[in-house]
């Protein structure tokens, strides 16, 4: 299943929306055909690694990391082709949520005499098919909220300037993160101030496929000739009624889309209305990447699910440009507590990885 996991992880951010999925055909211990998620329209990973495996799936064992689907939507049902294949257990490491799929897909498998065995690796297939769960479970994208700081929280000094909070490997690896997501965002401030494209360039070189890249701009400050309108992907700028119409008129001759949405209580772009909007787009996940006034309105609102942070070890001092911003909790027991979490080094800077909610919570729903 370990396998199996690898190879749905290698396409995340090119099947949305469909779930990434991984498939391993194993027969006498041996893998004989092995598959992901093809980009939509084309075959799901057990039909590929089915094929893959030809004469040899008859009697093997299949490792999947997502209940197959059994119903016919853009592809026929993956149960048929396995069943058609011959293959004698399925290993499937968590159920679907889809309504159409939610344990149908295990009965058919059963019915038709597969040996059908659910749970192993579920914990490993939760955390890839993260995004995949949340959408389909409450409509909305999963959130990640990434920042680099520096070791007194700050993401730029006094001047706005943030080039560079972190070293060059952690920025590459930021890079690839942008090429698992389905789209992108920061608040208009970091456009004023940093100009960002906000485009995937994995080994400095443009992703072919760009996320959709989102502007919080609630009174229409974006300039037309800043970057993210520029090439590199889709732009949508999400203000509200208070933006003037000649602005609006400037941004959509760039070819981005202005959507005009409802104010929050301080006269922002409501962010739980952006994300039912983005979920009903098939956004399945969306990477907020700041600034602090930005992150801290969906902290606020509990719209986080999981927070990316670099650290580099850096002092900037001053009170300008946190993380985080807003008021703060008043104790230290309110503060948000991050579950399973990892960290790794990169170069000088340590990247901490963990989820808002606890994994019985997001997992489940
Ligand atoms: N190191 C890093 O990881 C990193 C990442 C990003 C940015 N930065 C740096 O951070 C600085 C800017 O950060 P910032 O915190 O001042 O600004 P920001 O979060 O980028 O932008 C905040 C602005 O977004 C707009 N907005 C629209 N809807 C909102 C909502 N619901 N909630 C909150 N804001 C909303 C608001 O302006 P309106 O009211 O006009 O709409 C608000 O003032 C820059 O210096 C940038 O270089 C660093």
Redesign the pocket.
């Known amino acids: 299943m370990r396998r199996a996991v690898e190879l749905g992880d290698a396409v995340l951010g090119t099947t949305s929306p469909n779930p990434s999925v991984g498939c391993v055909v194993v027969r006498e211990g041996r893998i004989v055909g092995e598959g992901a998620t093809r980009p939509p329209g084309g075959p799901h990973a057990e039909v590929v690694a089915l094929e893959r495996a030809g004469a040899a799936a008859r009697n093997a064992e299949l490792y999947v990391t997502l209940e197959p689907h059994a119903h016919h939507g853009r592809t026929p049902p993956c149960t048929a082709a396995i069943v058609a294949a011959g293959v004698r257990a399925a290993h499937v490491a968590i159920l679907d949520p889809n309504p159409a799929v939610a344990g149908r897909g295990v009965a058919q498998l059963r019915a038709a005499g597969v040996a059908v065995r659910v749970g192993d690796g579920g914990r490993e297939a939760a955390w890839l098919h993260e995004a995949y769960l949340k959408h389909r479970r409450t409509g909305r994208p999963f959130v990640t909220a990434?920042?680099?700081?520096t070791l007194d929280g700050k993401?730029?000094a006094a001047s706005?300037?943030?080039r560079w909070?972190?070293g060059a490997e952690a920025r590459a690896w930021a890079h690839e993160c942008r090429t698992k997501i389905d789209a992108i965002m920061?608040?208009?401030?970091?456009?004023l101030?940093?100009d960002?494209q906000l485009t995937a360039r994995p080994g400095g070189t443009p992703a072919k496929r760009q996320p959709l890249r989102i502007v919080?701009?609630?009174?229409g400050?974006t300039p037309p000739d800043a970057k993210v309108l520029g090439p590199g992907g889709p732009t949508l700028i999400?203000?509200?009624a208070a933006a003037a119409e000649g602005w609006r008129a400037g941004i959509e001759r760039t070819g981005a889309e202005v959507r005009v949405l409802p104010s929050?209580a301080?006269?922002?772009?409501?962010?739980a209305a952006l994300l039912r909007l983005l979920g009903e787009r098939d956004v399945l996940s969306l990477l907020v990447?700041?600034?602090?006034?930005?992150?801290?309105?969906?902290f606020v609102a509990g719209l986080v699910d999981k927070v990316q942070a670099?650290i580099a070890p850096k002092i900037v001092g001053g009170s300008a440009?946190?993380?985080v911003?807003g008021e703060g909790v008043a104790r230290m027991a309110d503060a948000v507590s991050l579950h399973e979490v990892e960290t790794q080094r990169l170069g000088d800077d340590v990247v901490i990885v963990g989820y808002v909610h606890a994994s019985e919570e997001w997992a489940q729903g």
């Open positions: 990434k920042f680099a700081a993401i730029a706005g300037d943030s909070v972190a920061c608040g208009v401030q970091t456009i101030l940093d960002p919080a701009d609630s009174r400050r999400a203000t509200t929050d301080g006269g922002r772009v409501d962010l990447e700041g600034g602090g006034v930005l992150h801290a309105s969906l670099i440009y946190p993380a911003a």
